[in-house]
């Protein structure tokens, strides 16, 4: 698709998250250390859930997002490793929270990541996940960044419940499921940029604009994963491709296919994705009809649209290596779709 | 037991909730508005369920303790209501999460009052009450209270996981019980307590005993549920008996029965709460044992004991009608067991 955007020479390469890294490198090493101290309990089982999921895993983007925002607003202190630790703490219970199997879902046989551990204690470690994320931004002290934290973490809930409302609903519109992930990922991403400008002290206008980055990339990372899960690109990625359909979830390559396709083809995602009824050959079935309706490439554009956004939303910024490396993370939450 | 003691003549009756509730009655409607106002969301599921268990049930024992801790603290203001309302919403994010079935517990065939709305409608609208307290904490805009309230539940999440790694295991220790009962249960009232103190603005001695009034009168109030789940009174309160003997809970009688008891005995014990292989009879075998080894008497008499420290806790206070409700909670919450 070539969609890279020439600046000034340097970016005429596929996107990496290389820039981004090696930019807060010492910031998120710190930043690591501090999860590990903090997620410390005399409760075993704590430390090794956590340190599982936190100190294992994940590409540390949220976090690497936080540090790189306070960086960009020429935040000279260390505030902004605390901070960043939260976020990811946030981050971190939540996916533990999402994790949790119903009855349904038992009934109809999944397995889940936390089949090992137990729904209890991914509910429990996850609550003390968030639990600590509370009490390190109580020791930073500022009512701003507990403000929009907490508020972040209202409208992440309400988004997931607002989700299992419209789950393995095939009505669903694509207003609708913009809502859902506007508030179920965007929020964060949002919330972990604009603390770097709320902690540099910097105006209302440079707090927003990185809210709006982080939201409208935090859009396009959502629909680029929901493209992936239909992709033979997901298994480069080591992932398997068809989660989200076996599971019935309603993304937006699905919510195209469906409104664009034939009587019987609504038929078909009706009785797939409802009524959670799959033969051999479905998924299958599923990826032609969303490629004849070109329902993943037109996801990828809507994603590309809400990557144009973010990129105007930095151009406030002057350009420093903090910004080439946010308009970096754009082209590369995109490009994974090739 | 016969152990009402007689202060200026009036407290020599069968105590109850009558006076916390009537002294607090004002401050609890305007509770219960701002309960119902603050649940609300677009996602009609968040009131619905919440409304179930927030607007509908409970004795509200954590809130009054708030409400009438800043009364005796002389505290003025309206603040009071606002952090009450945290407390409740806390409390209940705790009752929804600690609900969760596990898939062990699904094998064994137990149902569990989530079962209706499924895992991940409680874990999640648990998620957004907890969020929801926050935010109130962050209007309310206290340091201090908000690191009371997180380190609080920084310490139910982690007496909740402890709790999980000692489930169904009978070489259960007191010491190891009280502990988790402490962080589980007493916490939270040791804060809701603690909050009067410190938005009334008084020394950190009078926050202190108030902190060692609602712990000691939590673990009590613990310990007696413990011994009401084998006790005929139980079925006065409308509750069957038994529940914490199907699950395997491992309370203070069982530890003191366990351990005072016979090789064969352990071996029931271990059968029936270790194993969870459980017979017709096997709950009155254990309500005889209990009795035989004065198990579930001598946790009423632990509780006095913690009701005894919160009873001198109160001490430095001057003699006020919300002390003298506080003093009542104490003989109400050991008297239950009658």
């Known amino acids: 698709m070539g969609i890279v955007v020439s600046l000034n020479g340097e970016r005429e390469r596929k996107p990496t998250l290389d820039r981004l890294a090696s930019l807060v490198e010492e910031d998120l090493r710190a930043v690591n250390e501090l999860i590990v101290q903090r997620m410390h309990s005399p409760v075993a089982l704590i430390p090794q859930l956590a340190g599982h999921l936190v100190a294992a895993g994940g590409k540390r983007l949220r976090p690497m997002m936080t540090l790189a925002s306070a960086r960009m607003c020429g935040y000279p202190g260390r505030r902004h490793i605390a901070l960043a630790a939260c976020v990811e703490f946030i981050h971190t219970a939540t ?47 500022s009512l701003d960044v507990l403000s ?80 992936l899960d239909y992709s033979a690109k997901q298994s480069v990625l080591g992932k398997a491709i068809g989660d989200d359909f076996r599971e019935g979830k309603i993304t937006l390559p699905v919510v195209l296919a469906y409104r664009r396709g034939s009587a019987p083809e609504r038929e078909f995602w009706r009785r797939t994705l409802e009524d959670l009824n799959q033969q051999e050959g479905d998924l299958q079935r599923a990826i032609e009809l969303m ?41 590369f939450t995109i490009q994974r779709s090739n």
């Open 291 to 331: 490629n004849h309706y070109d329902a993943l490439a037109d996801t990828v554009e809507r994603a590309r649209h809400y990557g144009a956004i973010a990129r105007d939303a930095l151009g406030i910024f002057a350009e420093t290596p903090e910004k080439e490396a946010f308009l970096d993370l754009i082209d």
């Open 148 to 227: 929009i934290l907490s508020k972040a973490s209202s409208v992440i809930a309400e988004g997931e419940v607002a989700q299992l409302t419209t789950a393995n609903d095939t009505e669903t519109s694509e207003t609708a499921y913009l809502d859902v992930i506007r508030a179920k990922t965007a929020q964060l991403f949002a919330a972990a940029c604009r603390i770097g400008a709320i902690i540099a002290d910097r105006p209302r206008v440079e707090q927003e604009a990185l809210d709006s980055y982080g939201m409208n990339l935090g859009i396009a990372y959502q629909l680029v994963d929901d493209v």
């Open 95 to 141: 996916l533990l929270h999402d994790d949790v199997v119903d009855l349904s879902e038992l009934r109809r046989g999944l397995a889940s990541a936390n089949a090992v551990w137990g729904n209890k204690t991914s509910v429990l470690v996850g609550d003390f996940l968030f639990s600590r994320a509370f009490e390190l931004m109580v020791e930073d002290g």
